[in-house]
Each structure stands twice: as C-alpha cells, then as structure tokens.
C-alpha cells in the first residue's frame, strides 16, 4: 500500500520567510511519481510539480524549489522569499506506476499561512 | 483552452437523496479521476474513468458510482446520501492514463452538504 505523510499541518511564517514543507512516501513500486500541488482557498488543486522515481535531480523554479531524495524517501518542497499570496494548502501526492493509472495518494496537507 | 468544469459547484441534499454531479474535462482529455475531500478524512480516490471504462476504484462503498460518456465527460452518482458524505467532490482530467505519467489538472470541485 502507497502512504505520504505531511507531518506539519499547519506552518506560521513572516513575508520574506524561507519556509519548507516536508513530504515523506511509503511505496513499494520501483517506478512512481511524486507531485505537489497547491489549493488556495477557492478548493481548485493546482499543479506545481511532477518527479519521476529515477530522476532525483533537485528542480527550481522561481522562489520554488524541490528536494527529491530516495534514501530517505523524502520530497521536499521549499519556498523561498515567502509572499502573502502563497497561504494556501499545500499536498504533495504519490502515483504508482503503470498499473495504478492515474490514481493519486495524497498526504494530510500542510496549510501555511504566510503573514505580512 | 478551457479548464476542468464541475456542475454543480454547490449543493444541499437530504440525507437519503441521491445526487448526480458532472465533470466537463479538458479539450482531448481522456481520463477523468473523482476524488472526495472531507476534514477528516483528507483527498481520497473515488474512480477513475478513460474511454468510458472505469479503470481504478478507491474504497468507498457501492453508493458511489460514476460512469463516462464518449465525449469523455463523466458524471458520479451517489444515493442514499448520509451525512458523511458531505463534502468537497473534485474531478481531475489528464490526456492519457500511464501511472502518473501525465499531469493531472483538477476542477472547481463540487461542494455538498448533506443535511
């Protein structure tokens, strides 16, 4: 079975705060993707991110960043500069590999509130 | 290109109701997910739908059905309504169906309440 966890529930930071949100996965399959999305409050998820198993090269893009590592098991997600406009739930989702279709796993979430 | 778009995007039942909510994906999208998303709870896994065969079920009971047409809009269904049901219903879409493969762009998302 297919597990991620998001132990921070809720993250408190001041604008221009660094601020990282840790996800850390269970799966047995040896091919999977990880991803993390963001919901504001409107309920829309919105798509920040897809990493495949075998490529564990760290991404940036913008204030965004992602630490992909295997040995731990860990995908983290790391805001820098934080700005009011980033508050909102963040997930982070496992998929399996091809037999699972599209079917996300997605961890408790992390609401970070970022204030001014 | 159009988004994702989910009618209703709010609804009130009864519990014992049935309620029937539809999902309009993407342009060529073929694959569309259901997932339900309570406080308790969390984002769980409904279904799946692609090319109007339903291709994975979560664990939720036999209330809980959905189908796919061939125009890839899809449509789930749920009777007898209790009132843990409430909650927010969203629909993801993606262009194919390879494990992850794909990006998966979700909708405005259904709220129901259950009363």
């Known amino acids: 079975a297919q597990k991620v966890t998001q132990a921070q529930t809720e993250i408190s930071v001041v604008e221009k705060e660094d601020v990282t949100l840790d996800c850390v996965y269970e799966?047995?399959?040896?091919?999977?993707?990880l991803f993390w999305y963001k919901q504001p409050p409107s309920g829309e998820l919105v798509f920040l991110i897809r990493?495949?198993?075998?490529?564990?090269q760290n991404e940036i893009s913008g204030r965004y960043s992602w630490n992909f590592q295997k040995s731990t098991s860990s995908f983290n997600f790391t805001i820098t500069a934080s700005q009011v406009v980033d508050s909102a739930v963040y997930f982070c989702?496992?998929?399996?590999?091809?037999?699972?279709?599209?079917?996300?796993?997605f961890g408790g979430g992390t609401r970070l509130m970022v204030k001014p | 290109k159009a988004g994702v778009t989910q009618t209703p995007r709010y609804l009130i039942k009864t519990r014992g109701q049935q309620v029937t909510l539809s999902c309009s994906p993407i342009s060529g999208h073929r694959s569309v997910s259901w997932y339900q998303q309570t406080p308790g709870q969390g984002l769980q896994f409904l279904f799946e739908y692609f090319s109007e065969t339903q291709r994975n079920k979560g664990n939720f009971p036999g209330r809980f059905s959905g189908r796919q047409f061939s125009n890839s809009r899809s449509e789930m269904n749920v009777s007898t309504l209790e009132l843990g049901d409430s909650a927010l219903y969203l629909c993801?879409?993606?262009?194919?169906?390879?494990?992850?493969?794909?990006?998966?762009?979700f909708g405005p998302g259904t709220r129901l309440t259950v009363t």
């Open positions: 799966t047995r399959d040896t091919t999977y993707y």
């Open positions: 990493r495949n198993s075998f490529d564990e």
């Open positions: 993801a879409s993606s262009a194919g169906l390879a494990g992850g493969l794909y990006e998966q762009y």
């Open positions: 989702a496992l998929s399996g590999g091809n037999n699972a279709g599209n079917m996300l796993t």
